[in-house]
């Protein structure tokens, strides 16, 4: 069994949008916490009442969004990066099963878009859950981070002075490769 236990659902969701994101992350680097997007999923979370009513739960280096009976619950602001979102989830349910022997069943939410996506653990996505968490941890343990490399997920990424040192408001060409 591979040892998770030090990776989180949200480096393994990076995963899924930039390499280099999750070797940041994973490496202490912070993103920018004022970043306007991070302010906007936090406030989503507050807003919305299940998590208000269960507040955050957190489980050792997981924090999740709420927990009712056997389904835990991840509510995004919208269905842009639904893949990742739905990797986290699944890296939550897997995390759980195997670390904590506990099994449940995932949601997730989008509230401003009416939309919500149930989430199992089946074989096939265990299974492939367990190859990519081999391939995270294979990043993330390099010595140094994926080469910068523009794309259009860059305008929207708490990173992006770090990464390209320059303002995102004084870039008005970026590029998708
Ligand atoms: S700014 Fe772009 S290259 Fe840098 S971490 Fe973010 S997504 Fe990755």
């Given at each position: 069994m591979i040892r998770i236990s030090y990776l989180t659902p949200s480096i393994f969701a990076s995963y899924f949008i930039c390499h280099r994101q999750a070797w940041l992350l994973y490496n202490g680097?912070?993103?920018?916490?004022?970043h306007p997007l991070l302010e906007e999923g936090k406030s989503i979370h507050m807003v919305h009442h299940l998590a208000r009513k269960s507040g955050h739960i957190s489980i050792e280096n997981m924090i999740i969004d709420a927990m009712r009976r056997d389904i835990i619950i991840e509510i995004k602001?919208?269905?842009?990066?639904i893949f990742p979102a739905k990797m986290q989830l699944l890296f939550e349910l897997f995390y759980l099963k195997h670390e904590k022997g506990i099994i449940k069943e995932g949601l997730l939410l989008i509230p401003e878009e009416k939309k919500s996506l149930k989430i199992q653990l089946t074989e096939e996505n265990e299974a492939y859950i367990r190859r990519k968490i081999n391939e995270v941890i294979n990043l993330v343990n390099r010595t140094s981070p994926p080469r910068i490399r523009r794309k259009h997920v860059c305008k929207s990424c708490s990173f992006y002075t770090f990464c390209f040192g320059e303002d995102i408001h004084e870039e008005d060409n970026l590029h998708t490769f």
């Open positions: 680097i912070s993103p920018y916490q004022n602001k919208s269905s842009r990066r």
